[in-house]
């Protein structure tokens, strides 16, 4: 089994920084693309930004400029820079990763990390 256990979530007034840390463990093989979604009540669950094991990302369009993803392989742990927060950033946010077993691939999912930004 993987456990991703996401980190660095809390309230922040608009204009703040925060940065989530999501670190996978147990049996893992090889991680591929881990990524971080957001989730508000009653909408889907909405890809923010993406980065594969070769360290290329991609990003939403909403918070192209503001929130930077970035990974560090040796302990298999995802990070997502937050600037310029919002009140409309407010939400639940996910981290996933890709997990390869030769060639299966599973997805994983943390438990979410609380983000408000209000003043």
């Known amino acids: 089994q993987v456990q991703l256990v996401e980190s660095g979530g809390g309230l922040v007034q608009p204009g703040g920084s925060l940065r989530l840390s999501c670190a996978a463990s147990g049996s893992i093989s090889r991680v591929d693309v881990m990524g971080w979604y957001r989730q508000a009540p009653g909408k889907q669950r909405e890809l923010i930004a993406s980065i594969s094991s070769g360290g290329i990302s991609n990003g939403a369009e909403s918070v192209k400029g503001r929130f930077t993803i970035s990974r560090d392989n040796a302990k298999n742990t995802v990070y997502l820079q937050m600037n310029s927060l919002k009140p409309e950033d407010t939400t639940v946010y996910y981290c996933?990763?890709?997990?390869?077993?030769?060639?299966?691939?599973?997805?994983?999912w943390g438990q979410g990390t609380q983000v408000t930004v209000s003043s």
């Open positions: 996933k990763a890709r997990v390869w077993y030769g060639s299966s691939g599973y997805d994983y």
